[in-house]
């Protein structure tokens, strides 16, 4: 079946801007988490979304990062005014909402480049 | 969530088995074993998880020794693709983010 999407898969933009940065994750899943991983680096935590529950967005670097989930759905990252050290690799990774279990699979990832 | 150790790097030969230790001394009773592993440029991918007894899948076995202290993933036979970084992540099977560590990068060599 379909994995887990990112859209874009390369995003270039000028120090300043915003981007918006999209998740589609497996049909079914209800829980969706947003990692980064900075170059030669491991992968970060940012925020996570479980059902209907409010997200925990413990790992968010900064009030310049936000994320928003439609239902169980769709999930986008904003990061806004960029700086040179939010370029990265952006992953998204979804899970189902069973017990005993709860297995991350991740997408591609956005590889966002900030000039 | 349970610190893992591993080492950096390790080289294997086509055809062989890998043997990738893990280090977790400090685990929790109700924490689990995960192994995922990224190839480059490529998202983390699942490989196993285990709480005591060993697994085994299509990918891999994952042992884990009495104690719960350490672990070894097994690639029997090592093939080129396998040439990624691994990632030995204990966690409470809670909803929740992973805590992923540098891992080892394999490299599996002709």
């Known amino acids: 079946g379909a994995g887990v999407s990112q859209s874009p898969s390369n995003k270039v933009t000028e120090k300043g801007k915003d981007v918006e940065l999209r998740c589609d994750p497996i049909?079914?899943?209800?829980?969706l988490y947003w990692y980064r991983q900075r170059l030669g680096q491991g992968l970060e935590f940012l925020i996570y979304?479980?059902?209907?529950?409010?997200?925990?967005k413990s790992g968010l670097p900064s009030d310049r990062f936000s994320a928003e989930r439609t239902g169980e759905s769709v999930s986008t990252l904003t990061i806004q005014r960029t700086q040179q050290e939010d370029s990265a690799v952006y992953l998204c990774?979804?899970?189902?909402?069973?017990?005993?279990?709860?297995?991350?699979?991740f997408g591609p990832g956005t590889r966002l480049t900030v000039l | 969530d349970a610190k893992t150790t591993q080492p950096p790097s390790m080289d294997c030969a086509e055809g062989r088995a890998a043997n990738l230790p893990c280090n977790h001394s400090?685990?929790?009773?109700?924490?689990?074993v995960y192994w995922y592993r990224q190839i480059h440029s490529q998202g983390p991918q699942y490989i196993i998880h285990g709480l005591k007894n060993n697994e085994t899948n299509e990918m891999a076995s994952l042992i884990i020794t009495e104690d719960r202290k350490s672990s070894t993933l097994i690639l029997p036979h090592a093939t080129l693709r396998d040439t990624a970084v691994y990632y030995c992540i204990v966690r409470t099977d809670s909803w929740g983010k992973f805590q992923f560590g540098a891992g080892t990068q394999v490299v599996v060599t002709p």
């Open positions: 049909s079914g899943h209800t829980a």
């Open positions: 979304f479980q059902g209907n529950s409010a997200p925990d």
């Open positions: 990774a979804s899970s189902k909402d069973l017990p005993g279990t709860d297995t991350q699979y």
């Open positions: 400090t685990i929790s009773g109700n924490e689990y």
